[in-house]
């Protein structure tokens, strides 16, 4: 049986989510600003470009999983804050997942930790795709010199 607390302690770990994305996007926002910059005649090179067009996408694939986190750190703080009446609250949340298309059909129902193992799992993604885009993005800045010494 899943607690008030534990489903609160969810919540605010989900709500951390946040703190990635915002750094995330700041990369994201460069790496679409040295796209940019060619349309104002500065010159770039082809793997400079393809490198910060890689970035882009590694924000945008991270966009799409802090989104995911966000909503599941609302809908565990209504839980938490609706605990007296969990079983009935979960049933609503499935259905209304299921109508909106946002669940498939589950064989049997989630209890609150699987749903708890599920969530954190969510932002252990955002997390991975984040140290992606913090890897490519350290190595632009070791490679970058070298290339442009080399060509």
């Known amino acids: 049986m899943v607690?008030?607390?534990?489903?609160?302690?969810?919540?605010?770990?989900?709500?951390?989510?946040r703190n990635l994305d915002r750094l995330s996007t700041g990369l994201t926002l460069l790496a679409l600003a040295y796209g940019?910059?060619?349309?104002l005649g500065a010159t770039q090179s082809a793997t400079a470009?393809?490198?910060c067009g890689l970035l882009l996408m590694l924000g945008l694939a991270q966009k799409y999983w802090a989104l995911r986190v966000a909503l599941d750190a609302e809908l565990f703080q209504h839980?938490?804050?609706t605990s007296t009446e969990l079983p009935q609250r979960t049933a609503d949340l499935d259905q209304a997942l299921l109508t909106l298309g946002l669940q498939a059909k589950p064989s049997s129902p989630r209890d609150g930790n699987q749903r708890s193992h599920g969530a954190l799992r969510l932002l252990r993604l955002q997390a991975a795709?984040?140290?992606?885009?913090?890897?490519?993005?350290?190595?632009?800045?070791?490679?970058?010199?070298?290339?442009s010494l080399a060509g």
């Open 49 to 51: 470009s393809l490198l």
């Open 3 to 17: 607690t008030e607390t534990q489903l609160a302690l969810v919540a605010s770990l989900l709500r951390r989510g």
């Open 36 to 39: 940019l910059a060619a349309l």
């Open 129 to 147: 795709w984040l140290v992606a885009q913090l890897l490519l993005a350290l190595a632009i800045i070791l490679v970058m010199p070298w290339l």
């Open 79 to 81: 839980l938490a804050d």
